[in-house]
């Protein structure tokens, strides 16, 4: 891709110039990737018009149709696969192995919804149960919700917004999609998928700008039925405070766990928990981000995740080798650096880290940190891990539930009355079983609780919030 490249926005089907350009920087070298449209009010007021003319053709397009339009997408995305993954490793400075994954995720989402298009259903309802029902036949049936305003985070820039576009096109919606700033030309080349693979037009629109130009208007327009959020807690609870009736899906923050029982094989866990950690720079909304040791096993379980981190390569991200490479922006290596810096001059002890190599950040473990310090109560979403001894599973929970967060959160152990015990009183949105949180596949139900937001992604469960459910009577006794 040439430096100079200049992209276009997508409104109602056509590639639009604007009047205003930013240029896309590489976190990794800071060399130009592309000149990115700034979309103006005016942008924005014609592809939410777009959207909801739109969405009356889209709300009548057969399912077959709308699930032929996503597996077009999914082989047209299977061709290209080696080119958005270079795109994203490019524009996220994702090491270029997890953004082939992330690649195979997104094929696997947009499959999801291509089958779940076709299994929308409601349900019949025995209206004689009550007095008076009889000789009724009720059923629902669930209807598009209409527009939805999609916006989207920089650390899966494919994934996320196929986890918003799948669901809304297979329920025969529209959408006016805002991606992360940072991340913009994974969003345009899949609209250039859609586009290939004979969507409508109107019906997916996308724009680039600022949050407080086109999210805020997209967030604040009636037109708009539906916003659907993955970022920060504190962008999520102003969204909702402006939304009105809107329905809101919000996927935000958390610092999750892991507890480790006394009783596992220590071997065997210590790679899963660095993939945890460590994988995209610990920019992933389930990172994992606290390890609660039991006391007996705790310098055992130290000494070899040390070990292990060692062997950690950080550097380009298009060479396939590289493990860990540049944070998205330097602001956040200067942040993550005061954080370590803070927990340091509260006691805590770096074992490893804590320095930076341009805008990489080097693998950060940190002991006996505190709960209100920073790298411990915030979302850290930086190559940062704590490693804290408990002396009971009862501490550990106690512990992990002391968060503003809960998304997911892992235990590891051999004992089935323990692992009872944290699946039932652990306050998360997922328990993982003998599994670190950082783990997800594309049609398993996807949330959290307290400030991890509310609602539900995965195909099925996404679906359902962006359909509406309608009653139908039908009363026999004419």
């Known amino acids: 891709m040439q430096t100079t490249e200049k992209k276009k926005l997508y409104i109602n089907g056509e590639w639009v110039e604007s009047e205003s350009y930013t240029p896309l920087l590489s976190p990794y070298s800071r060399e130009v990737l592309a000149e990115i449209p700034i979309a103006t009010k005016q942008d924005v007021n014609w592809a939410i018009a777009a959207a909801d003319e739109a969405r009356r053709t889209m709300a009548q397009l057969p399912a077959h149709e709308r699930s032929a339009i996503l597996e077009r997408v999914v082989s047209l995305l299977q061709q290209r696969a080696d080119?958005?993954?270079?795109?994203?490793?490019?524009?996220?400075?994702?090491?270029?192995?997890?953004?082939?994954?992330?690649?195979?995720?997104?094929?696997?989402?947009?499959?999801?919804?291509?089958?779940?298009?076709?299994?929308?259903?409601?349900?019949?309802?025995?209206?004689?149960?009550?007095?008076?029902?009889?000789?009724?036949?009720?059923?629902?049936?669930?209807?598009?919700?209409?527009?939805?305003?999609?916006?989207?985070?920089?650390?899966?820039?494919?994934n996320l917004v196929a986890h918003k576009l799948g669901p809304a096109i297979a329920s025969g919606n529209t959408v006016v999609l805002k991606p992360a700033s940072q991340t913009p030309l994974s969003a345009y080349f899949i609209a250039e998928l859609f586009e290939q693979a004979g969507l409508p037009k109107g019906v997916l629109n996308v724009l680039t700008g600022s949050g407080k130009t086109v999210g805020d208007?997209?967030?604040?327009?009636?037109?708009?039925?539906?916003?659907?959020?993955?970022?920060?807690?504190?962008?999520?609870?102003?969204?909702?405070?402006?939304?009105?009736?809107?329905?809101?899906?919000?996927?935000l923050g958390s610092n999750s766990a892991v507890i480790i029982d006394e009783h596992v094989d220590i071997d065997r866990i210590i790679p899963r928990c660095i993939v945890g950690a460590f994988s995209f720079q610990g920019q992933v909304c389930i990172s994992l981000q606290r390890i609660y040791v039991?006391?007996?096993?705790?310098k055992e379980f130290v000494e070899k995740f040390v070990a292990a981190v060692k062997q950690l390569k950080v550097g380009d991200p298009l060479d396939p080798s590289t493990d860990v490479s540049a944070l998205i922006s330097e602001k956040d290596v200067e942040r993550s650096l005061q954080w370590i810096e803070e927990a340091k001059q509260g006691g805590a002890t770096v074992a490893i880290?804590?320095?930076?190599?341009?805008?990489?950040?080097?693998?950060?473990?940190?002991?006996?940190?505190?709960?209100?310090?920073?790298?411990?109560?915030?979302?850290v979403f930086a190559p940062i891990v704590l490693i804290n001894q408990v002396s009971s599973i009862d501490e550990a929970i106690e512990l992990v539930n002391d968060s503003r967060y809960g998304l997911q959160a892992g235990v590891y152990t051999d004992n089935v009355h323990v692992a009872w015990e944290a699946a039932e009183k652990l306050h998360v949105g997922g328990v993982l079983i003998n599994?670190?949180?950082?783990?997800?596949?594309?049609?398993?139900?996807?949330?959290g609780v307290k400030e991890s937001g509310f609602g539900r992604e995965g195909i099925r469960y996404a679906i359902e919030e962006m359909t509406e459910l309608k009653l139908i009577i039908f009363n026999r006794n004419r």
């Not at 708009?224 to 899906?249: D, H, Q, W, Y």
């Open 217 to 251: 208007q997209i967030v604040a327009d009636t037109r708009i039925n539906m916003v659907t959020f993955t970022g920060s807690p504190e962008v999520g609870i102003s969204i909702r405070n402006k939304a009105g009736l809107k329905r809101v899906t919000l996927e």
């Open 353 to 379: 880290g804590g320095e930076r190599q341009g805008n990489i950040l080097l693998p950060t473990v940190i002991l006996g940190a505190a709960p209100t310090m920073k790298v411990s109560c915030q979302e």
């Open 435 to 447: 599994d670190i949180p950082t783990f997800r596949v594309d049609h398993m139900p996807y949330g």
């Open 83 to 158: 080119e958005a993954a270079k795109l994203v490793a490019l524009e996220a400075a994702k090491p270029i192995t997890t953004a082939k994954a992330e690649v195979a995720r997104t094929i696997q989402t947009y499959k999801f919804a291509a089958e779940e298009a076709k299994r929308i259903h409601g349900e019949t309802i025995p209206l004689d149960a009550a007095p008076g029902g009889e000789n009724r036949i009720a059923f629902t049936v669930r209807k598009p919700i209409g527009v939805i305003g999609a916006i989207t985070p920089f650390n899966f820039p494919l």
């Open 294 to 298: 039991h006391e007996k096993r705790y």
